[in-house]
């Protein structure tokens, strides 16, 4: 099983849909979690940090499962700019925070 | 303040040349990472600095590779006798616990081998 696993999608909706992904991981000594947003030939920016206790931020919402080890990221109300791929990131500490990326959920939004 | 800069943003080298990529971290950013990516893939970890010490060098592909990271900032990565699998973009990031270990990404190097 690999450490942190994504479905590659593309996930493919229209404006205004309320999408979902999630991240499974391995390692159940993970500590911190995150999402980012990779845009085409882009650098990956963090999107949000995931907090056990789940965390909104506008029309996105993350929230952490411990017990079934996975996270997830909701996207309600779905833009065009949301178009983009989004990486999972997990960090184990092992002696150092070494963070494992996802390979990656690409979503298009369509009009 | 200044995010993570790389540089060259772009290099075309010919297979066998040695190649060097440059990364400037956020000041004060203590823990420094190199990544590679290749078109449609994800991120493939090569190596983490903490200071100028590097605890984790095992995702190097090869001893062609190799790292270095002085005074604690400035880090080059250096690809000897270029091959050209070693063709993706080349991106470097770095973090600080101060900031809940968020990893802030450079542009990063697209390297071409031809």
């Known amino acids: 099983r690999k450490e942190v696993e994504q479905d590659p999608g593309p996930f493919n909706v229209p404006e205004g849909a309320t999408v979902a992904f999630n991240c499974t991981y391995s390692?159940?000594?993970?500590?911190?979690f995150f999402w980012y947003r990779q845009d085409c030939r882009k650098e990956p920016k963090l999107l949000m940090s995931v907090y056990s206790s789940g965390n909104e931020d506008g029309r996105f919402t993350a929230q952490l499962n411990r017990a079934s080890q996975y996270i997830s990221l909701l996207i309600r109300d779905s833009k065009l700019s949301d178009s983009a791929t989004y990486l999972c990131?997990?960090?184990?500490?092992?002696?150092?925070?070494?963070?494992?990326f996802g390979r990656g959920t690409s979503l298009i939004v369509h009009p | 303040g200044a995010g993570v800069s790389q540089s060259p943003s772009n290099k075309v080298t010919e297979k066998g040349k040695d190649v060097e990529l440059r990364c400037d971290p956020i000041s004060g950013h203590t823990a420094l990472y190199w990544y590679r990516q290749s078109l449609g893939q994800g991120l493939e970890f090569l190596i983490y600095?903490?200071?100028?010490?590097?605890?984790?060098k095992s995702g190097l592909p090869s001893d062609r590779f190799s790292a270095e990271r002085t005074g604690g900032s400035v880090s080059t990565l250096t690809i000897q006798r270029t091959q050209q699998e070693d063709s993706a973009v080349y991106l470097c990031?770095?973090?600080?616990?101060?900031?809940?270990?968020?990893?802030?990404f450079g542009p990063g190097t697209r390297l071409t081998v031809l």
């Open positions: 990131v997990v960090n184990s500490k092992g002696g150092s925070y070494i963070p494992t």
């Open positions: 390692n159940s000594a993970s500590q911190s």
């Open positions: 990031a770095s973090s600080s616990w101060r900031e809940g270990n968020e990893q802030f």
């Open positions: 600095f903490q200071g100028n010490s590097a605890p984790d």
